[in-house]
């Protein structure tokens, strides 16, 4: 069987067994090169000094000049003493007019014979075509990677869906958009970094095997060093520390890194994820907003050119102030229960019976608050807005409220019913935060495997004074979701955690 060349790519859905005859055909033309001495996997350098955005952009300035340029084969149209193909490079695509008469009859026979997907060179010189397209004409042409497998024409459906996360290199070949929303990712990144850089914050490297699992409510993934014959834990959080070199010194600290937690995966969670986590000595979370608030309208601003997002089939304006509402208003608003009226934990649990919202024996009156929050409240926010002062049960790391002790100085940031960011006015108390380690103890004695551990080291750092306070958390995946519009999670990372594929 023999691969249309006409064709951009594979136009029907092969049999296993036509597929495999394809690549037999493509195997047995690299043998046929191989032993007539022309190995492309001999090639070790090509000297490419154009790309195809620069052709388009640069047209005026380069018509006429000879140009080499390198990428995947994508398209080829015999057309008997002359062709043309298509190039894609890292920044797009570019049209190449190859005559015969110009590159010579063996070269051209040779031609001939690529396959789409194949790794080529072309030095030529820049015109336009009779139909006005920017185009290079060939003098040469060299085959620079011989590729053997076969481009699909496009992926679709849910089975093909998970062909692209599971090969995402040939995702990125075939879908140009998807190379797109990466290079905005990195983008993101890069403007996260330059704003958190112009305000004098120093970025940081901490260790992503830890022997104490902290800083968040999560389950870990454990391995074991063998020299020192320990379990270890990769890092579920940032946090802790990054608050040691606040208590070392170092005022305004960030990291931006990958973080694991050993939980469910669906279209917001990933096992691995990327983290910035920022720590700021004297402020508080008032501080931490203004700079949530900043770094989203700033980095949407840079990146996008504009404020407003579409996301989930709502217009959001990034520029805007974002709304600030405590979790206790928004459960009175959205279920009707005021909890600054409810007396105790007994009560509580009586309002929750009453309103169908499940609860464990474990839990106190804050924790049931906060499962209202989750149950009535969370899907209904849509407007960027900061849901302020969560219950202490819930935030073991979190400074109290002189006013009302029993809630906590800490937001977390809602869109579209999801959260973005979570930031607190840091506990920097190592009395109080002993016996709020001791709590979660409890805790997991009671069944709550995702409570936090007694990080004993931590704790000394703490008594030897950290300043006031303010510390940030924004999930680096769940921005980039918001401002390139992705659906998934997946979406955004490159290689998302996938289930092996069973061997036929």
């Keep these: 069987m023999a691969e249309n060349n006409n064709e951009n790519v594979?136009?029907?859905?092969?049999?296993?067994?036509?597929?495999n005859e394809l690549i037999k055909v493509r195997k047995d033309k690299l043998l046929a090169m191989q032993e007539a001495g022309n190995d492309p996997f001999q090639i070790v350098k090509y000297p490419v000094d154009t790309h195809t955005d620069e052709i388009r952009d640069r047209y005026d300035e380069l018509e006429g000049k000879e140009v080499t340029i390198a990428g995947r084969l994508m398209s080829k149209r015999i057309m008997g003493k002359a062709s043309f193909c298509n190039v894609q490079d890292r920044n797009g695509r570019m049209q190449a007019y190859v005559s015969r008469n110009d590159i010579g009859d063996e070269p051209y026979a040779a031609f001939k014979k690529y396959d789409i997907g194949d790794i080529v060179g072309?030095?030529?010189?820049?015109?336009?075509?009779?139909?006005?397209?920017?185009?290079v004409h060939a003098h040469e042409v060299v085959l620079l990677s011989k590729s053997l497998q076969i481009l699909p024409e496009k992926f679709h459906g849910l089975k093909d869906q998970e062909t692209r996360y599971r090969q995402r290199y040939v995702d990125l070949i075939v879908n140009p958009e998807v190379k797109e929303v990466f290079m905005k990712r990195s983008a993101i990144i890069r403007e996260v970094r330059n704003i958190l850089d112009e305000k004098g914050f120093l970025e940081v490297e901490t260790p992503t095997l830890q022997t104490i699992p902290g800083g968040a409510a999560a389950r870990p993934f454990i391995t074991h060093h063998n020299a020192l014959d320990i379990d270890m834990y990769c890092r579920i959080a940032l946090e802790l520390p990054l608050k040691r070199l606040i208590v070392g010194g170092f005022e305004r600290v960030y990291e931006i890194g990958r973080v694991f937690r050993n939980e469910g995966i669906d279209i917001r969670h990933n096992p691995e994820f990327t983290l910035m986590e920022l720590y700021q000595a004297y402020t508080d979370y008032h501080g931490m907003m203004d700079i949530t608030e900043e770094l989203f309208r700033e980095v949407c601003r840079r990146v996008n050119g504009t404020t407003v997002v579409n996301y989930g089939g709502h217009e959001l304006d990034l520029g805007k102030p974002f709304a600030r509402l405590t979790m206790t208003e928004a459960v009175k608003q959205y279920s009707g229960v005021d909890f600054d009226e409810v007396k105790d934990t007994a009560e509580a649990k009586a309002i929750a019976k009453e309103k169908g919202v499940e609860f464990e024996a474990r839990h106190e009156k804050g924790d049931i608050l906060n499962l209202f929050f989750e149950e009535f409240v969370e899907k209904n926010i849509i407007q960027p807005t900061f849901i302020m002062d969560y219950p202490v049960e819930v935030s073991p790391l979190t400074k109290r409220k002189p006013d009302k002790p029993e809630l906590t100085e800490r937001f977390e940031l809602f869109i579209v019913g999801r959260e973005y960011g979570n930031a607190y006015s840091e506990l920097n108390?190592?009395?109080?935060?002993?016996?709020?380690?001791?709590?979660?103890?409890?805790?997991?004695?009671?069944?709550?495997?995702?409570?936090?551990?007694?990080?004993?080291?931590?704790?000394?750092?703490?008594?030897?004074?950290?300043?006031?306070?303010?510390?940030?958390g924004i999930g680096i995946d769940r921005m980039v979701m918001l401002l390139t519009g992705a659906a998934s999670i997946r979406d955004v990372i490159l290689f998302p955690t996938m289930r092996p594929e069973r061997a036929n």
Excluded: C, W
């Design 122 to 135: 072309i030095k030529g010189i820049v015109f336009k075509t009779k139909t006005g397209e920017i185009s």
């Design 10 to 19: 594979q136009e029907v859905q092969l049999s296993k067994e036509e597929l």
């Design 429 to 472: 108390d190592p009395i109080d935060q002993r016996a709020r380690f001791d709590h979660q103890a409890k805790m997991r004695e009671m069944g709550d495997d995702e409570a936090n551990l007694i990080d004993e080291d931590f704790m000394l750092a703490m008594e030897y004074g950290m300043p006031p306070t303010g510390g940030l």
